[in-house]
């Protein structure tokens, strides 16, 4: 094909986590919440259904805009909602970085941010974290037509975060924007989200997947100063989010005691399965997210996860250049979390 244009010829493109068609599998793969969603939104999306689709939905969202700023302590006008957070991230690369343009990330973390720069015909330049998965002030050094900077806190794969102290000092420092990545935040310790009110060089993108159990409806949003709002809505579709989508966020931001109830059963399997896989002998990094980094000193793990597989559990396996491999395992019910454990502890016996 020679048609379409040479950055997208060139590049591979970023590929999702594997779903399933068929069969029974544990899925930890992708970072979903094990959960049913809350109930409201079932109900939220039925009454939408009963209200009629002819019509365009509301290009902006402004219910759930009223209802999350009511949430994080902000106005209405500070959030931009998206069909799901990529979608948000696509829209301020559009925004931000111009064809020969920098978009800056640090390494290792979510691969499309390196796809949405070419997408754009720009250049990725990759900050390595260091060994404890902090960042230097190299982060925040200067560079000629950088236009923005992605920080995913936590991040992925390592579920690390960086202070709210730290990510603004950075902030101040960087000669550009930065968009903070929080779509695990409401498993972490700490948030962003004032940092916007303190710093206009600062957004904060979520998602609805998450933390909400939200993944196959595709929400997601922005915090980010009025004046810089209004911008990006001249570069995201026209109608972004559709009227169930909006229907339901609404009802699940709504309904913050699910939110707390679900985030304590996770956080507490969170603690369990870390306990576990260093009880194998891994070292797993102590997670601010919904799932476990896990590497092995003494062992490749690309054979475990391929006896993850063959017993029907899908992990996320993950090689980095300079940073080598390891297992991603997301944060499931006890029972499966349990489920894979034993079936590693056997790989691990098999390979021994």
């Known amino acids: 094909m020679t048609y379409v244009r040479?950055?997208?010829?060139?590049?591979?493109?970023?590929?999702?986590?594997?779903?399933?068609?068929?069969?029974?599998?544990?899925?930890?793969?992708?970072?979903?919440?094990?959960?049913?969603?809350?109930?409201?939104?079932?109900?939220?999306?039925?009454?939408a259904v009963a209200q009629g689709l002819a019509r365009y939905p509301d290009p902006l969202a402004n219910a759930f805009r009223r209802r999350a700023a009511e949430v994080l302590g902000v106005e209405p006008d500070w959030i931009l909602c998206g069909n799901g957070s990529d979608d948000i991230l696509t829209i301020?690369?559009?925004?931000?970085?111009?064809?020969g343009d920098w978009l800056r990330l640090p390494y290792p973390s979510y691969i499309l941010y390196k796809t949405l720069a070419?997408?754009?015909?720009?250049?990725?330049?990759?900050?390595?974290?260091?060994?404890?998965?902090?960042?230097?002030?190299d982060f925040a050094?200067?560079?000629?037509?950088?236009?923005?900077?992605f920080l995913p806190n936590p991040n992925s794969p390592s579920g690390t975060v960086l202070p709210p102290s730290r990510v603004l000092e950075l902030a101040e420092r960087l000669p550009c924007p930065l968009l903070v990545d929080e779509a695990y935040a409401?498993?972490?310790?700490?948030?962003?989200?004032?940092?916007?009110?303190?710093?206009?060089?600062?957004?904060?993108s979520r998602t609805l997947s998450k933390s909400y159990a939200l993944a196959g409806l595709?929400?997601?949003?922005?915090?980010?100063?009025?004046?810089?709002?209004?911008?990006?809505?001249?570069?995201?579709?026209s109608y972004n989010c559709d009227s169930i989508s909006i229907a339901a966020a609404t009802a699940?931001?709504?309904?913050q005691a699910w939110l707390a109830d679900n985030r304590r059963k996770i956080l507490a399997t969170r603690d369990r399965l870390t306990a576990a896989m260093r009880g194998l002998g891994f070292n797993a990094v102590e997670s601010q997210a919904n799932f476990v980094?896990?590497?092995?000193?003494?062992?490749?793990?690309?054979?475990?996860?391929?006896?993850?597989?063959?017993?029907?559990?899908?992990?996320?396996?993950?090689?980095?250049?300079?940073?080598?491999e390891g297992l991603r395992i997301s944060v499931g019910t006890d029972e499966q979390v349990d489920a894979c454990v034993a079936v590693l502890e056997h790989g691990l016996e098999v390979g021994g």
């Open 252 to 255: 699940a931001i709504d309904d």
């Open 92 to 99: 301020v690369t559009r925004a931000f970085v111009g064809a």
């Open 293 to 324: 980094w896990n590497t092995h000193p003494s062992q490749p793990v690309k054979p475990l996860y391929e006896h993850l597989k063959a017993n029907r559990i899908l992990v996320r396996y993950m090689q980095y250049a300079d940073w080598g």
């Open 218 to 237: 595709r929400f997601g949003f922005i915090v980010a100063r009025p004046q810089i709002v209004r911008e990006l809505e001249k570069v995201k579709d």
């Open 186 to 204: 409401d498993f972490a310790d700490a948030n962003c989200i004032d940092l916007v009110k303190q710093s206009d060089k600062v957004m904060v």
């Open 118 to 137: 070419q997408i754009q015909g720009a250049n990725a330049e990759e900050v390595r974290f260091d060994a404890n998965w902090s960042l230097g002030d």
């Open 6 to 47: 040479p950055e997208i010829a060139a590049m591979s493109g970023y590929v999702p986590g594997e779903q399933p068609q068929a069969g029974k599998f544990i899925k930890l793969n992708t970072n979903e919440n094990p959960y049913p969603c809350s109930p409201a939104v079932p109900r939220a999306i039925e009454a």
């Open 141 to 149: 050094g200067p560079r000629a037509r950088l236009r923005l900077a």
